[in-house]
């Protein structure tokens, strides 16, 4: 087996098991939230801002995750070495990782919650994710953002 293969094969399964986890997390978030109720009734507002009629209630507030990895980490190099690097496109891979805007590489994981809007759920999925990255030596942050 080729080196270039045997160092995909490692990186995808630290991938897969990190898509795994934070799957399980967002799930898990979910039924809880389920479980208290909505937190928040959205109401219509004109444009000066009076409350109106009730559109709609929200489990959590509205904000999403993402993880920023270092540029110089050895798991970088290898994402380089076998082409998995500032992949953007949604083709079929479960993550997209790309250059940041201010330092390193952002990573995003993909799992079918990742569409939710509510934050807890986001930041849950993610810091599973990152204790995988971590545990496989991966130095990585969390970020967060309401929206």
Known sequence: MSEKKTIESNAVKILRAATWAAETAARATLDQLEAAGSKYVVHESDIL???????????????????????????????????????????GDFWSIWKSVYKGYQLSIRFPLQGRQ???????????????LRENGINATMKSYVD
Not at 118 to 132: D, K, P, T, W, Y
């Open 118 to 132: 509510e934050m807890s759920i986001q930041i849950a999925a993610m810091n599973a994710a990152l204790r995988v």
């Open 49 to 91: 801002g009076k409350k109106g009629r009730v559109v709609g209630e929200m489990l959590d507030l509205c904000g999403g995750a993402y993880l920023q990895i270092p540029g110089t980490t050895s798991f970088i190099r290898e994402l380089k070495k076998v082409g998995k690097l500032e992949v953007q496109t949604y083709s």
